[in-house]
């Protein structure tokens, strides 16, 4: 069963930095396409960020420019960079195996001045 600890998340001013991190285990992790997804209050939820076992990337168009996601293969963990942060990427934060049904809990992401 495939099991993830998300973290790094908090609170910051607008213009703020925060770098989350999620570690998998269940699953050969490196045979894996991985997101990361967040929600935010009152929306569905939405990705944000794809990384391939190629390394290919892919951003939505509210974190191109900004957020940096990257993966760890030694360390089954994605990580997700995410710079200039504004009040509207407040949401809580997931990430996920891009093939598989299953999502932790997540880990909060507050912007507030």
């Known amino acids: 069963q495939v099991q993830f600890a998300e973290s790094g998340g908090g609170s910051v001013q607008p213009g703020g930095s925060l770098r989350l991190a999620c570690t998998v285990s269940?699953?050969?992790?490196?045979?894996?396409?991985m997101g990361w997804h967040r929600q935010a209050p009152g929306k569905q939820r939405e990705l944000v960020a794809q990384?391939?076992?190629?390394?290919?990337?892919y951003y939505a168009d509210s974190a191109n420019g900004r957020f940096t996601i990257s993966r760890d293969n030694a360390k089954s963990t994605v990580y997700l960079h995410m710079n200039n942060l504004t009040p509207e990427d407040t949401a809580v934060y997931y990430c996920?195996?891009?093939?598989?049904?299953?999502w932790g809990q997540g880990t909060q992401v507050t912007v507030s001045s």
């Open positions: 996920k195996v891009t093939t598989l049904d299953s």
């Open positions: 269940g699953i050969s992790f490196r045979q894996f396409n």
């Open positions: 990384i391939n076992i190629s390394g290919t990337t």
